[in-house]
């Protein structure tokens, strides 16, 4: 059974810092690609980062500079590391693997706030 559980979520002050995890359980993880996505309070999901297999990465515009992702195929995780957070940042994090057959996972959201 395929299992994605993201950690490392919380409460921040802006121009702080945290890093989510992402672990996988249950499938091959070296061959997904891994994706970050983001749902603020009354709007549409999404996409924040992504990663491919070969590590190979894309962000959006609104967090280029300021998040960076990552993976370790040894440990079956793929991380988050945001910093010079803004309260516009705030939103339920999810992560999600998605495969070139098409298999798509997610996992069930971490609770990001900015917030002085």
């Known amino acids: 059974q395929v299992q994605l559980v993201e950690s490392g979520g919380g409460l921040v002050q802006p121009g702080g810092s945290l890093r989510l995890s992402c672990a996988a359980s249950?499938?091959?993880?070296?061959?997904?690609?891994m994706y970050w996505y983001r749902q603020a309070p009354g709007k549409q999901r999404e996409l924040v980062a992504a990663?491919?297999?070969?590590?190979?990465?894309n962000y959006a515009a609104s967090v280029k500079g300021r998040f960076t992702i990552s993976r370790d195929n040894a440990k079956n995780t793929a991380y988050l590391q945001m910093n010079s957070l803004k309260p516009d940042d705030t939103a339920v994090y999810y992560c999600?693997?998605?495969?070139?057959?098409?298999?798509?996972?997610w996992g069930q959201g971490t609770q990001v706030t900015v917030s002085s």
């Open positions: 990663i491919g297999s070969a590590a190979g990465t």
């Open positions: 249950g499938m091959q993880f070296s061959i997904y690609t």
């Open positions: 999600n693997a998605v495969s070139v057959i098409g298999h798509n996972y």
